[in-house]
C-alpha cells in the first residue's frame, strides 16, 4: 500500500482499542463512546487530521487527548521506530486502559501519560515536531504551540474548525483552518 495513513489504519485495529461493548462497531465511521463523557474519534476525521500533521519516520510526537490510545498507536506506526509519541490523558481510567491496549508496543517508542493537573501538553519532554489535539479547544492552545520545535506541527479543532498551525525557526507561527468538525471538549484543570 503507497498511502502510509492508509497503511496504519490497516494496520493499528480500531476495535482493539475500543470498551468490549462498542467493538462491533468498530467499522462504523462514526466516534464511539468510550466511557467518561469521551469517544474514540470517527475514522475520516482521523484520517483527516494525520494527513494535516504530514508525519515522517524519527519525528516526535505529542498526542494530547489520548482517550482509548488509537490515534497513539496509529501515530507510532506512522514515525516509526526511530520516533517516538507521548499521548496525554486527563482521565485516570483512560489513561489505564489506553496504557493497556498499547502493553505490546516498546515504551521507549510509545507511551501514554496521565495529565499534570495545570498543565497542557506534556512540556517536560518539548520539543515536538507535531503535536495532534483530539479535543475542542475554545482558543488555540499557546502552550501546546510553545511545546513544538521549529517547523514543528500542531493540529486541534478550534471553535469547531480543524486548525493547522506551524511554527517557524524565529518562533512565528502560520495557521490555517481545514474544515467543520465536532469533538468532545478539550477538558482543562
Do not use: C
Not at 130 to 158: E, K, M, N, W
Amino acid at each position: 500500500m503507497d498511502d502510509p495513513i492508509r497503511a496504519a489504519m490497516a494496520a493499528v485495529a480500531r476495535e482493539d482499542f475500543l470498551p468490549e461493548g462498542q467493538r462491533k462497531h468498530a467499522s462504523t465511521d462514526a466516534p464511539l463512546a468510550i466511557g467518561w463523557g469521551q469517544t474514540n474519534s470517527q475514522p475520516h476525521t482521523v484520517e483527516a487530521m494525520l494527513r494535516l500533521l504530514d508525519l515522517g519516520p524519527g519525528m516526535r510526537v505529542l498526542d494530547v487527548g489520548a482517550g482509548s490510545g488509537w490515534t497513539t498507536a496509529l501515530l507510532a506506526h506512522l514515525v516509526g521506530e526511530d520516533g517516538s509519541v507521548i499521548g496525554v490523558e486527563i482521565v485516570p481510567e483512560l489513561r489505564d486502559l489506553a496504557s493497556a491496549a498499547l502493553s505490546g508496543y516498546d515504551p521507549e517508542h510509545v507511551r501514554v501519560e496521565l495529565a499534570e493537573r495545570g498543565v497542557l501538553g506534556w512540556p517536560a519532554e518539548a520539543p515536538y515536531d507535531r503535536v495532534l489535539v483530539s479535543a475542542a479547544a475554545r482558543s488555540l492552545p499557546t502552550p501546546l504551540v510553545d511545546q513544538l520545535g521549529d517547523g514543528g506541527l500542531l493540529v486541534v479543532p478550534v471553535r469547531g474548525r480543524m486548525t493547522r498551525v506551524v511554527r517557524s525557526a524565529d518562533g512565528g507561527t502560520t495557521v490555517t483552518e481545514h474544515g467543520a468538525y465536532r469533538f468532545v471538549p478539550l477538558l482543562d484543570w
